[in-house]
Nanobody, 119 residues
Framework: VQLQASGGGSVQAGGSLRLSCATS??????MGWYRQAPGKEREFVAFIVSGGRTDYVNSVKGRFTISSDNVKNVMYLQMNNLKPEDTAVYYC????????????????WGRGTLVTVSS
């Protein structure tokens, strides 16, 4: 199973980006996003379960929205009001079981996409 994140880029603070994660046509019980900033450990960002429930790390609540298209098997992360501290490589992850992605990434982990936010 391959996960491929895309949609990263460079924006100024206050801008928006939408990340996508294609799942090679497979569906999962839970999917989510992690990020890793330079010199920092990877950090949970958001998850969405197959029933639609979502959760976010506190620092992005109210600014980021995770969603999924179950027909296309694509997951999205809409990022608004971006801040310089959001600069990181963003990775998508997924698991066929309803594991808690806040604790650890899922079984599948894709190549990341770089988001750079300038002040």
């Amino acid at each position: 199973v391959q996960l491929q994140a895309s949609g990263g880029g460079s924006v100024q603070a206050g801008g928006s980006l939408r990340l996508s994660c294609a799942t090679s046509g497979r569906s999962f019980a839970i999917m989510g996003w992690y990020r890793q900033a330079p010199g920092k450990e990877r950090e949970f960002v958001a998850f969405i379960v197959s029933g639609g429930r979502t959760d976010y790390v506190n620092s992005v609540k109210g600014r980021f929205t995770i969603s999924s298209d179950n027909v296309k098997n694509v997951m999205y992360l809409q990022m608004n009001n971006l801040k310089p501290e959001d600069t990181a490589v963003y990775y998508c992850t997924a698991d066929p079981l309803a594991v808690d992605l806040r604790v650890a990434p899922g079984r599948y982990w894709g190549r990341g996409t770089l988001v750079t936010v300038s002040s």
